[in-house]
C-alpha cells in the first residue's frame, strides 16, 4: 500500500519540490502552506487514515513548525514520526524540535537521496 507523506511549508516552489521527490519515490503527497492549514487538512482525515509521516519546515506564518509539532504531540498524536525539514542548522533549534517531539532534521536544500533515507529510516 501507499504511504502518505504530509508536507508542510511556506513556500510553493519547495512544496513542488518536495512532491516531485516523494511522487518519484512513491509517496502519495498531502500538501499544506503553514502549520494552522496543516492542522485544518489533518482533521479532514477518517481516523487511521492520516498520513504515516509529516514533513514541516520551521519558519512559516500563522503557526510555525514548533507550534505545529507542539499541538500534534499535545492531541495524542504520537505515532506519526515528524521530520523537520529547515534551513535552520543551530543546535539550539534542533534540540528544541526534539523537546517539541520532531523524530528528525534535515537542513535544506535537500538532496532526495538524503531525503530518502531519512523517511526510510522512520517510516520501516
Partial sequence: MTK????VDDSPS???LLRAALT???YHVVEAEDGVHAIETLNDFEPG???????TDIN???????GLIE???DEGNRRMPILV????SSDEKKQRA??????????????PEKLAAAIRRVLH
Avoid at 4 to 7: A, C, L, R, S
Avoid at 98 to 111: C, D, N, S
Fill in 49 to 55: 487514515e492520516e498520513p504515516d509521516l509529516l514533513i
Fill in 24 to 26: 518519484d519515490l512513491g
Fill in 4 to 7: 502518505t507523506i504530509m508536507t
Fill in 14 to 16: 519547495m512544496r513542488m
Fill in 85 to 88: 525539514l529547515t534551513t535552520e
Fill in 71 to 73: 499541538r500534534l504531540r
Fill in 98 to 111: 526534539r523537546l517539541a517531539g520532531a523524530t528528525g532534521w534535515i537542513v535544506k536544500p535537500f538532496h
Fill in 60 to 66: 512559516m506564518p500563522r503557526m510555525d513548525g514548533f
